[in-house]
């Protein structure tokens, strides 16, 4: 018998990244990650189809995705990342989005897939400083840098929910 090298899946599928968010439908934009490097990087992909509700009504003569949705993307991509490069969030934890840069270059419309290559700038404690480009055909659409935190719920204080 010889020793053959396995090498471990870098992949999600839309069920798996539902156990990384604790967005659930329609909050839920990133459909795959196609590869990861815990620590590195994560690229994910999502697919823009005409039959969402965002897009139906930005604009109704010429459906364009709306960036804040693309910054979502960006951060959930950003929020399977940190995870992967730290440990799960405990059942009592929430991660919260700090200050957030992009810079939008083209439209993204339906039939579009937007591949999201998320790195990771800096990991000091709790903090998790990301960047990454969005890419349609080759073509960047978008650039991003965010910074996330873990945070115990009961630390937010009196909860309105």
Excluded: N
Excluded at 10 to 22: A, C, D, V, Y
Excluded at 48 to 65: K, M
């Amino acid at each position: 018998m010889t020793d053959q090298l396995v090498e471990t899946a870098r992949t999600l599928g839309f069920s798996e990244i539902k156990q990384w968010l604790r967005h659930r439908h329609p909050m839920i934009y990133i459909d795959r990650v196609t590869d990861y490097e815990p620590g590195v990087r994560l690229v994910s992909v999502l697919s823009v189809s005409g039959a969402l509700d965002c897009v139906a009504g930005h604009f109704p003569d010429r459906a364009i995705f709306p960036g804040s949705h693309l910054m979502q993307a960006f951060a959930q991509s950003g929020i399977v990342l940190y995870q992967l490069s730290t440990s799960r969030l405990d059942d009592d934890e929430i991660t919260l989005i700090g200050s957030v840069k992009s810079r939008f270059t083209r439209v993204v419309v339906p039939g579009d897939q937007v591949f999201f290559d998320v790195r990771v700038d800096r990991l000091m404690g709790k903090a998790f400083f990301f960047s990454a480009t969005a890419r349609v055909d080759d073509r960047t659409v978008a650039l991003f840098k965010g910074t996330l935190t873990r945070t115990p719920v009961a630390e937010l204080g009196a909860q309105l929910w």
